[in-house]
């Protein structure tokens, strides 16, 4: 009898450790795949509205001109790496690929739509070389453009009179789930770099870095195999004390 319980709890054992493993390399697997998952990736607003209607100086200063990446030095698709992208890209100076407010439009309030709820944890911001944005700040809004909880102020780079600009990145200190963000903006007013006074706002380009959820599907599949691994466990141990 006793040699019999010794090889049932053998068995038992070898069970288990091919278990162990199997569930180690498969959790491995499973974590692996929720890390890539959530990486750090860009993503352009799908539309942006001017709250305020201010419009433009001309078709060709539109405000979609900030999330068509017309004028950048590279293009970017959702999902791409986020630092690498924003890191080396420029943006042209040509005003025809940015958005310019009427003149006398020293403040906007724009909203961006990201077109579903992601983890919103930094803004890519392309300010304009010539007049541009001197501040700006950032709100978790509804559609409706109300201003919602404010992400923070921020302070972009007076950029370089006709010279192509790299973006401000502005990170925000609690991440925050959205898909409306809505941004007060606060025109350069005077231009220390260039020619004085400047009665309007300009801009280039916005792009974001989110955090996808991860999926629910993965994760209760891990949580399936621990409570397996523990069943197992514990059948193991009611065989040795029997």
């Known amino acids: 009898m006793k040699n019999n319980n010794s090889l049932l709890l053998a068995n038992a054992d070898r069970r288990i450790n091919k278990a162990v493993f199997a569930g180690m390399v498969f959790g491995s697997f499973l974590l692996s795949g929720v890390s890539v998952a959530n990486a750090t990736v860009i993503r352009g607003a799908v539309s942006v509205t001017e709250i305020t209607s201010l419009g433009n100086q001309g078709a060709q200063y539109s405000i979609d001109n900030v999330i068509n990446q017309s004028g950048l030095s590279a293009t970017y698709s959702n999902g791409d790496n ?5 890191s080396t890209t420029k ?3 040509a005003p025809g690929d940015e958005w310019w407010a ?4 020293t403040e906007a309030n724009i ?3 990201l077109g579903a709820e992601f983890e919103v944890e930094k803004v890519a ?3 304009e070389d010539w007049g541009g944005i001197s501040s700006l700040e950032i709100f978790v809004s509804d559609a409706a453009g109300t201003q919602g909880t404010s992400l923070g102020t921020f302070f972009p780079t007076d950029n370089t009179f006709e010279q192509d600009y790299l973006a401000d ?5 609690n991440y925050t789930n959205a898909r409306y963000l809505r941004f007060d903006l606060d025109g350069a007013g005077f231009d220390y770099q260039n020619v004085g006074f400047v009665d309007t706002i300009s801009l280039g380009e916005v792009a974001f870095s ?5 999926e629910p599907a993965t994760l209760l599949l891990f949580g399936a195999g621990l409570a397996g691994l523990i069943g197992l466990r514990r059948k193991n141990s009611s065989l040795r004390c029997a």
Not at 210 to 214: A, G, I, Q, S
């Open 82 to 86: 986020f630092e690498s992208f924003t």
């Open 91 to 93: 943006h042209s100076y």
């Open 102 to 105: 009427p003149y006398y439009s």
């Open 111 to 113: 909203l961006f739509d």
């Open 125 to 127: 911001f392309w300010n």
């Open 169 to 173: 990145v502005f990170e925000f200190s």
């Open 210 to 214: 989110v955090e996808p959820v991860p």
